[in-house]
């Protein structure tokens, strides 16, 4: 309407000027006619007296000045009208292009609200997508991050200097989330703090996750499986009437943590989380140095069999160096001992389990984490977490072992138990316990009755049944050995299961 109103009082105002124009045209031929006249005047000067000439001449001058003043005046006052008008004009479209700017400007505001809702929306929908699909990487981060104050320690805490940096980056990182950055600042530590992670030492503590290479947990496996193969060669080279096999062998943790350090000469240098041929000729090298296998025949008093007063006896040592022997062997320097003393940390106890063996921490599936031991000799890991100092029979003790990393153990699913019959007697209190004629499930625990005396001996984690056979997981099998086995489901060693309840 403003607009319309204003281009009316336009309008009004040029009728105005043009009525102006046509009332100075009039005072034009008035002019004329008076020179007209003035002439007409001198003529009758001539022919009437002077008298009535002048009179006549006064007269009309008269009229003319006052026609004149009149127009002189309608168009000052059509001007000054103009003039006014058109500055109420300019303000009108002044206020008119205000108000065309505030509601722009408020149109703007709404629409960058809605923007800023949609990102946030899909922020909010992208940080879920990302959060569901790093649970896994989350839980193995809380493991290293758990046992760390205040974010500064962390796992990567292998020098002074990188644990300045972290602070003074740490400084700049929380001003940027004041500012109202955090997600791309999230975004960044979490790049930063991995890519720092896997060019440290610490990076081992992920090489059994699936990176694409060869998982660290596969490598144990194999040389756990050569030194089973090793020794079983021996036996079956050699006559014997009786075999004594002893273990002293180094710990899984300190030959992968002396690995790590050589392999980055304490200056993280070397990515440790992949695996290639390369390392794993190292991580072989560095094995066979710290487990040597030997052996003896020995000729001994034969006191079971009086007959055969005499019996050779086939003694089988595998003889583990110790950390401290091979930190002089390889010349570690001050860093790298101040690194491998970081990494063997009780703080990473569960890592390391994760590393060698596989095992997701809180995994339900006893029969995948049973798998990754297949190949273990002598027990250390099971009857050590027991809290043993020397080697007992560990088959009960590994059942054990694998229920905690499945945390079946901090659930009450199974108690810890170091023998058989403990674990009879707890599945029967909870009417858990199956007899002989029953079809075991995977995942379930098997007993064994080696004599047929109604007492159990033995006892293992069943892998799955089929073909009228169960298949089975045992530790302490066979050469002091993890191994699968199988037997028919009728068979006369079996003395009943004990039902997992999750």
């Known amino acids: 309407m403003s607009k319309i109103k204003t281009k009316d009082i336009v309008k009004g105002t040029i009728k105005t000027i043009d009525k102006l124009a046509i009332a100075t045209e009039k005072t034009k031929d008035n002019i004329n006619s008076i020179k007209e006249r003035n002439e007409s005047i001198e003529q009758v000067k001539e022919q009437n007296s002077t008298e009535y000439a002048t009179n006549r001449i006064e007269s009309g001058t008269r009229k003319v000045v006052n026609n004149a003043g009149i127009v002189r005046n309608k168009g000052n006052n059509a001007v000054k009208t103009t003039k006014n008008n058109i500055i109420k004009t300019k303000d009108k479209i002044k206020n008119i292009k205000n108000r065309l700017a505030k509601k722009k400007k408020i149109n703007a505001t709404k629409k960058g609200i809605k923007t ?83 060019s440290s030492v610490f990076g081992i503590f992920f090489s059994s996750e699936n990176t694409g290479s060869i998982p660290m947990s596969s490598v144990v496996s194999d040389l756990n499986k050569e030194l089973t193969k090793k020794i079983t060669n021996i036996q079956n080279t050699n006559e014997y009437d009786d075999c004594k096999i002893e273990y002293n062998r180094a710990e899984w943790k300190e030959i992968i943590a002396l690995y790590s350090v050589t392999i980055t000469k304490g200056i993280n240098e070397v990515d440790v989380l992949t695996i290639d041929d390369t390392k794993i000729n190292e991580l072989k090298k560095i094995f066979w140095q710290m487990n040597e296998v030997t052996f003896e025949i020995k000729n001994e008093p034969n006191l079971e069999n009086l007959d055969h007063n005499m019996k050779q006896v086939l003694y089988i040592k595998v003889n583990g160096k110790t950390l401290e022997e091979m930190i002089n062997l390889y010349h570690i320097s001050p860093i790298q001992k101040s690194q491998l003393d970081d990494l063997l940390s009780d703080d990473y106890d569960t890592m390391w389990t994760s590393v060698i063996y596989g095992t997701p921490v809180g995994s339900p599936d006893m029969v995948q984490i049973a798998l990754t031991q297949v190949g273990n000799v002598g027990g250390e890991p099971y009857w050590s977490w027991y809290g043993f100092k020397k080697r007992v029979g560990w088959c009960a003790i590994f059942v054990s072992w694998v229920a905690d990393q499945a945390g079946l153990l901090d659930k009450g699913v199974l108690p810890k138990f170091a023998s058989p019959e403990t674990a009879v007697n707890w599945f029967k209190m909870m009417n858990q316990w199956q007899e002989k004629d029953y079809i075991a499930k995977s995942g379930d625990i098997i007993f064994f009755d080696w004599e047929n005396d109604n007492k159990v001996d033995h006892v293992g984690i069943v892998e799955k049944v089929e073909n009228n056979k169960v298949y089975t997981i045992e530790g302490n099998s066979t050469n002091d050995t993890c191994r699968q086995k199988n037997y028919s489901l009728n068979s006369k060693l079996i003395y009943g299961y004990g039902n997992i309840l999750i």
């Open 116 to 198: 800023s809702k949609q990102v946030v929306k899909n922020t909010e929908k992208v940080t879920k997508e990302t959060v569901k699909n790093s649970q896994r990487a989350i839980k193995i981060a809380q493991e290293t991050a758990k046992k760390t104050y205040q974010g500064i320690k962390l796992t990567v805490k292998a020098t002074i200097t990188t644990v300045k940096a972290i602070i003074a980056t740490t400084k700049a990182l929380i001003a940027a989330i004041i500012a109202g950055g955090w997600i791309a600042i999230i975004i960044v530590i979490v790049i930063c703090l991995i890519g720092l992670l896997c």
